[in-house]
């Protein structure tokens, strides 16, 4: 993880200001984090010392089960918060976020602000917007889960997962999240490699016609 300092920190603020959201000068508190791609922002269990602000990248959320099985159960992208149950709620269990890309984000330390933020009217106003938005997103996957053919949910499952043109998830990990078998998810990637959408490159496969993919995953989209 790196720290932005000086001019560099102050060319963020200045870009991608999120000072609209507060009633009070936020920028003064705030840090500016870059993470690896398959770095770990925040550790399963560890409650994190800050709220955060996606600013470019995206990341995926796990939990582990009681039986020791870990499954990823949502995604992360440019402009969303997380951290906010743990600066709502101070016995939540922290769920564990792993970058997809390199990921940058503002960072909001809890110790410095926690109280301004929660006495915060608008504020709040835009958190409660946030997670209404986020609740809906969840259960709409549930339901597409039932609805839709594989091809639509895989599509839409790449194009968020991807670094650039490249995409590297585990095949287990994509059954477990999509609800499908191996040899279903199988099927659809070779389907995907024979219509030029996809090309396989060792245990990866890079994007070639991102148009074809993205045709598929607007079904979802336009839910």
Request: with cysteine; hydrophobic share 40%; charged share 25%.
């Amino acid at each position: 993880m790196e720290i932005y300092k000086t001019e560099k920190r102050k060319r963020y603020l200045e870009e991608y200001s999120i000072g609209n959201l507060f009633s009070f000068p936020i920028e003064e508190f705030l840090e500016v984090h870059e993470y690896r791609r398959d770095e770990w922002i925040i550790q399963e269990g560890m409650r994190p010392d800050f709220l955060f602000y996606v600013i470019k990248g995206k990341a995926k959320i796990y939990v582990t089960h009681q039986n020791g099985k870990v499954s990823l159960i949502n995604f992360i992208k440019e402009k969303d918060f997380f951290g906010e149950m743990e600066l709502l709620n101070p016995i939540y269990y922290t769920k564990g976020i792993q970058a997809t890309t390199k990921t940058v984000c503002f960072a909001i330390p809890f110790h410095r602000c926690r109280a301004k933020i929660l006495e915060d009217a608008a504020f709040l106003r835009e958190l409660a917007k946030f997670l209404s938005v986020k609740s809906t997103q969840m259960a709409a996957k549930y339901t597409q889960s039932l609805s839709f053919p594989l091809e639509n949910r895989l599509a839409e499952f790449i194009l968020q997962t991807a670094d650039g043109k490249v995409y590297k998830e585990k095949h287990v990990t994509v059954c477990d999240f999509l609800g499908v078998s191996y040899r279903h998810l199988l099927y659809v990637l070779a389907q995907f490699c024979e219509k030029g959408y996809l090309q396989k490159e060792g245990r990866h496969y890079r994007i070639l016609q991102t148009n074809g993919l993205e045709g598929l995953a607007r079904v979802l989209m336009n839910e």
